[in-house]
């Protein structure tokens, strides 16, 4: 019973470029958080999403970034034109409904 | 919205003794409030969780206690071992699938 999967687990891009990120839920779950963590500290929220609908994304930023949850296939974070401050720890959580979130590993983004 | 502080950032134990870490959050209409932990390089691990119709729930060496009235929630964990140390984060949300709003982690360290 597999947990969440994301992918890359490490992934480095030149500025400019552009970072797909990858996330497969818990099957039967349908619910997708993205979290940002720079180190040493905390997690931040970006985006909450459901099957083929954004329901919240409040946390990220209105430019270069975009997330989506298609009918099939996993959650993608999507960063365009990256710069040095998106080097971060980006982190994938579903659930089935309520609260009890199942974290992935992460993808950490490296930006030269 | 919701914020959460967590306190302390870093705390040192001698193995067998107790650690607590606290939180307090400020969104009276939070009722979710879960502890994760996350180890070097990993994502984040749901350890307990508690509910805002109960003020303290137990699982073997981890406890967690809640006052509603004051806003505050916190872990316990006893007879700490080295394989304790991590950070650990708390969070809190309104249930259903509001997004959770994490704490800035408290780094422990168990000193064999």
């Known amino acids: 019973n597999a947990g969440v999967m994301q992918n890359p687990r490490h992934l480095v891009r030149r500025r400019g470029q552009e970072a797909r990120l990858r996330c497969s839920p818990v099957?039967?779950?349908?619910?997708v958080y993205w979290y940002r963590q720079l180190p040493e500290e905390g997690l931040k929220f970006m985006v909450y999403?459901?099957?083929?609908?954004?329901?919240?994304e409040s946390g990220m930023p209105k430019e270069r970034f975009s997330a989506e949850f298609p009918k099939e296939g996993p959650s993608i974070l999507r960063i365009q034109q990256v710069v040095r401050g998106d080097s971060a720890a980006y982190f994938c959580?579903?659930?089935?409904?309520?609260?009890?979130?199942?974290f992935g590993s992460g993808t950490r983004l490296t930006v030269v | 919205g919701e914020n959460v502080e967590q306190h302390p950032s870093t705390l040192s134990v001698q193995e067998g003794d107790s650690a607590v870490i606290k939180c307090t959050y400020s969104?009276?209409?939070?009722?979710?409030f879960p502890w994760y932990k996350q180890e070097l390089g990993k994502g984040p691990q749901l350890i307990i969780d508690?509910?805002?119709?109960?003020g303290e729930k137990k699982d073997q060496r981890i406890a967690v206690t809640l006052n509603k009235t004051a806003k505050h929630f916190s872990l316990h964990i006893t007879e700490t071992q080295p394989e304790d140390s991590a950070v650990y984060f708390c969070?809190?949300?309104?249930?259903?699938?509001?997004?959770?709003?994490f704490g800035k982690g408290t780094r422990l360290s168990v000193i064999a």
């Open positions: 959580a579903s659930s089935p409904a309520g609260n009890g979130y199942t």
């Open positions: 099957k039967g779950h349908s619910h």
């Open positions: 999403l459901q099957k083929e609908n954004i329901i919240d």
């Open positions: 969104d009276s209409a939070s009722n979710y």
């Open positions: 508690i509910r805002s119709n109960v």
């Open positions: 969070a809190a949300a309104f249930s259903g699938n509001t997004p959770l709003v």
